[in-house]
């Protein structure tokens, strides 16, 4: 089965820098995917790791360690824009094809 | 830039009807999926096709659930006779390659009465 744990809510500043973590059991495992979603929107596309180490993207990085099955969504600079749910996906090839499974989502609020 | 688009975007149904829930995915990508999302909970994975068949589906996927690729532009996902339990938002994402970042559409939120 797949397992894929965050936390549920964060709090941050507007201008810090907060790091999501999410941890991760599963079979099969062929890449990290982070997904920002707004209230009532779709999931867009943040980053994706494959290999360990970091991936910096603009004010977004984020980072994959896969012998301890972990990985994090560093934001930088945060603005009120960046108040999302943050979701940690983990790709993997089934018996027939590539799949995503997400976990439950960080509820992120950016505060003045 | 390109983009997934859904319609409806809202539909309101009765329980045991059949709905079709519409997608378009972006023109040059060949793998499609249909997710679906209960409210305030995780998205969760439905069914992956690529190449006029299902590559994969879910638990969730049972015989109620059909989808198809009616022409070179529509991607459908059909429920048979809708439950309450299936009110949920339904997105519908595409890639151009297996593996690659999935696109997902805006989604439909579906209502079953």
């Known amino acids: 089965g797949q397992n894929i744990d965050q936390p549920t809510e964060m709090t941050a500043t507007e201008g810090a820098i907060v790091q999501i973590n999410c941890t991760y059991q599963?079979?099969?495992?062929?890449?990290l995917f982070w997904y920002q979603q707004h209230a009532g929107e779709a999931p867009t596309f943040l980053s994706y790791?494959?290999?360990?180490g970091l991936e910096e993207k603009g004010r977004f990085s984020s980072f994959l360690s896969r012998s301890k099955g972990y990985s994090y969504l560093l934001l930088k600079e945060l603005q009120m824009k960046d108040s999302a749910s943050y979701l940690c996906?983990?790709?993997?090839?089934?018996?027939?094809?590539?799949?995503?499974?997400f976990g439950k989502g960080t509820k992120l609020s950016v505060i003045p | 830039e390109p983009e997934v688009t859904q319609t409806p975007s809202h539909q309101v149904t009765q329980m045991g009807q059949e709905v079709i829930l519409r997608c378009v995915p972006i023109?040059?990508?060949?793998?499609f999926y249909w997710y679906r999302q209960i409210l305030g909970q995780k998205v969760e994975f439905l069914v992956s096709?690529?190449?006029?068949?299902?590559?994969?589906k879910s638990e969730i996927f049972d015989d109620q659930f059909s989808v198809e690729r009616p022409d070179g532009s529509n991607f459908t996902l059909k429920i048979r006779s809708t439950k309450l339990e299936d009110s949920a938002m339904y997105f519908c994402?595409?890639?151009?390659?297996?593996?690659?970042?999935?696109?997902f559409g805006p989604g439909t939120r579906l209502t079953v009465l």
């Open positions: 599963t079979s099969g495992f062929n890449g």
């Open positions: 790791n494959v290999l360990d």
């Open positions: 994402a595409s890639t151009t390659g297996d593996g690659n970042e999935q696109f």
């Open positions: 023109s040059n990508h060949l793998y």
């Open positions: 096709f690529y190449n006029n068949e299902i590559s994969e």
């Open positions: 996906a983990v790709g993997y090839s089934g018996a027939g094809s590539y799949q995503l499974t």
